[in-house]
C-alpha cells in the first residue's frame, strides 16, 4: 500500500466515525502519518474536554482505522 492509498484509507476510516463524533458536538482532523503506521489526529470540539476521548480514540477511532489500514501501529491525538 503507498504513502496516498494509505492517507486515502485513513480519511475514510475517519469519514465513518465522524457522524458519532458530529452527533456529540465533537469532530477528528487528520494531522500527519508518520512512517505510514503512526497516525496523528486532532479531536474536536466537544471531544477535547469529554473524559472518554482516549477511550473513543482506542475503541472507535484506532480499530476503525485498523480495520481499513491493518499496518497501521498507533493512532494519537495531538492536542
Same mark, same amino acid.
Given at each position: 500500500m503507498?504513502? +496516498?492509498?494509505?492517507? @486515502?484509507?485513513v480519511e475514510k476510516a475517519l469519514? +465513518?466515525?465522524?457522524? @458519532?463524533?458530529e452527533s456529540d458536538g465533537g469532530n477528528i482532523t487528520l494531522i500527519d502519518i508518520e512512517d505510514d503506521k503512526h497516525v496523528k489526529v486532532r479531536?474536536?470540539?466537544a471531544c477535547v474536554g469529554c473524559s472518554v476521548n482516549q477511550m473513543t480514540l482506542k475503541a472507535g477511532v484506532e480499530?476503525?482505522?485498523?480495520?481499513?489500514v491493518p499496518q497501521i501501529?498507533?493512532?494519537v491525538n495531538i492536542a
Open positions: 503507498t504513502t +496516498e492509498e494509505i492517507k @486515502f484509507n469519514d +465513518e466515525i465522524r457522524p @458519532f463524533l479531536l474536536e470540539g480499530t476503525t482505522i485498523k480495520k481499513f501501529e498507533t493512532v
